[in-house]
């Protein structure tokens, strides 16, 4: 909890806390209620903004315009207190003196009662500063929190009697859940334009309420939502995988809490390209009836969403908003830091340390559904239990799964696969894996359409033997992954390694 934490940070010894939250005002109540808890009552408040400049009993133009006179001010103080610092997100890069004063302060203040804690929406600090601060970041308001701006917005509201009296007790359980995930403003003014000219809480209302959740993804800039028909995803073969899954059907449900059923964290798929890694993940959100999020790396480290970390933060926190969810990684690698990178200490690194302290620790029901096709570059503490529940290896598929593979396709092109030999075809489609079988299909049924004739046996054995596979063409390589996985992955295909 935020408000332990920043107990924590006032009664030990370092004197400097970095809040990551775009919620100021929250903030300052929080740390005023965390002061109060460690009996701080006595310390006096100061504040300084860019803007706002000092805020204390003296009054300075020095200390208003300059941040390092005001740190060296508080430095130097001889009582107990608190300064709120926002803005330094702004100020500190490339800034000499800045940064200078900082270490001074993180010396000078060890052990003392005075401590700074500073408010950005974003973690900016120079590499060279990390080791100075505490760094927390302040999550969203939770249920409790929640309910009581929900019953403040309808005491306040001209309705409020008839609004109270058409509130069941699950709808105002289904109002709190959904705004679960919204800053207490973005809260507020979703239950305000909610509930405007309305005289009763209906399901509509929930649904308004919900819809601005849609809009909050697309706000996070590297999040986008993938609609999962149900029975869409059809897989053929990987029967392991499947029993995994079916095995934890019921572990999202609001039921499964009450049989002591934790939801997964979630699983690792890899293998050879065109297998179905991609199509898994998609048929699980849909299987378990959850909404799919697919994180785009590209975009994560292309920097139009913010710096690379910041845009991780948010992604993970807007997943925990929507949750429960499926949050899609795909190709995990492309983001992921490459030895060389973890030694430098730089963004990639930081990016995959939040990534594999939030998997760790999550408690929120977020399935993670990653995968990957260069599995060598994967760094081992990704790999480690305790991160992904289970690593699933794809190979190319068996004999049977062919089958299945090329029955899903033909059905779904409303082609009736008991009119051909399946046997003989998933025979001659050795070595393919299943994109090219779906994409065999494809030109054996345009093929008999163009030459105006039914589609035969014979067209399709053509068709399919014409591909030129992956397999064949990337044939060392492909041994490469499957010798790597075959000491660290469970197989998704019964027999496959
Ligand atoms: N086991 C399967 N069952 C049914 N269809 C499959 C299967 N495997 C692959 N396909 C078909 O191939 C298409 C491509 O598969 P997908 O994109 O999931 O492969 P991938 O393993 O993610 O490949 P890449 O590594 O290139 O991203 C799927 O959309 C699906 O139509
Ligand atoms: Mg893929």
Redesign the pocket.
């Known amino acids: 909890m935020i408000i332990k934490s920043i107990q924590k940070f006032l009664e030990g010894k370092a004197g400097l806390l970095y809040l990551i939250s775009n919620e100021e005002d929250r903030v300052e109540r929080i740390i005023a209620a965390a002061a109060e808890k460690c009996g701080m009552t006595q310390a006096r408040f100061y504040g300084w903004s860019c803007v706002g400049g000092f805020n204390g009993d003296v009054a300075s133009a020095d200390l208003d315009a300059d941040p390092v006179a005001c740190l060296t001010y508080f430095l130097h103080l001889q009582e107990d207190a608190f300064l709120v610092f926002k803005d330094l997100h702004l100020l500190v890069q490339e800034n000499p003196r800045l940064i200078r004063q900082l270490k001074e302060c993180a010396t000078g203040l060890r052990s003392t009662k005075r401590k700074i804690i500073f408010v950005s929406p974003r973690l900016a600090l120079p590499d060279e500063l990390f080791p100075f601060f505490k760094i927390e970041d302040v999550p969203l308001p939770k249920y409790d929190e929640l309910l009581r701006m929900f019953q403040t917005c309808i005491e306040e509201h001209s309705a409020a009697e008839s609004i109270r009296k058409s509130l069941t007790a699950d709808l105002r359980d289904k109002m709190v859940r959904a705004a679960s995930g919204f800053t207490a403003l973005e809260a507020q003014d979703a239950y305000e334009s909610a509930l405007m000219g309305e005289s009763a809480i209906t399901g509509k209302t929930v649904d308004l309420v919900l819809e601005e959740k849609e809009a909050l993804v697309r706000k996070s800039g590297v999040l986008e939502f993938i609609s999962t028909r149900a029975g869409a995803w059809?897989?053929?073969?990987?029967v392991n995988l499947k029993k995994w899954l079916n095995e934890r059907n019921k572990a999202f449900s609001p039921e499964a809490a009450k049989h002591g059923l934790t939801p997964p964290k979630g699983i690792l798929v890899m293998?050879?390209?065109?297998?179905?890694?991609?199509?898994?993940i998609k048929a699980i959100a849909s299987h378990w009836k959850l909404p799919l999020l697919r994180l785009d790396m590209g975009k994560l480290y292309d920097g139009l969403a913010g710096p690379p970390e910041e845009a991780m933060r948010n992604a993970i926190k807007t997943s925990e908003a929507v949750a429960p969810c499926v949050l899609w990684i795909?190709?995990i690698e492309a983001g992921i830091a490459n030895q060389q990178q973890k030694q430098a200490g730089g963004k990639e690194a930081r990016v995959l340390a939040l990534f594999l302290t939030w998997m760790q620790e999550k408690t929120l029901p977020v399935f993670v559904g990653a995968?990957a096709?260069e599995v060598e570059v994967l760094p081992p503490e990704l790999l480690r239990k305790g991160r992904f529940d289970e690593l699933f290896y794809?190979g190319l598929?068996l004999k049977d799964?062919r089958l299945?593979?090329l029955s899903?396709?033909m059905r779904r092109r409303r082609v009736d696969p008991a009119r051909f030999d399946m046997d003989y075809l998933a025979q001659s489609t050795e070595g393919l894996?299943?994109?090219e079988?779906?994409q065999g299909i494809i030109s054996a049924i345009f093929e008999s359409s163009s030459k105006k004739v039914e589609l035969s046996e014979h067209i399709l054995a053509n068709a399919l033997r014409g591909i030129v596979p992956l397999s064949r063409t990337m044939r060392e390589r492909i041994q490469k992954i499957e010798a790597w996985a075959r000491d660290r992955a469970q197989k998704a295909s019964l027999e496959t390694l």
């Open positions: 059809q897989i053929g073969g990987l293998g050879v390209s065109g297998c179905g890694k991609s199509l898994c795909d190709e995968t096709n794809m598929p799964e299945q593979i899903i396709h894996n299943g994109a079988i779906e």
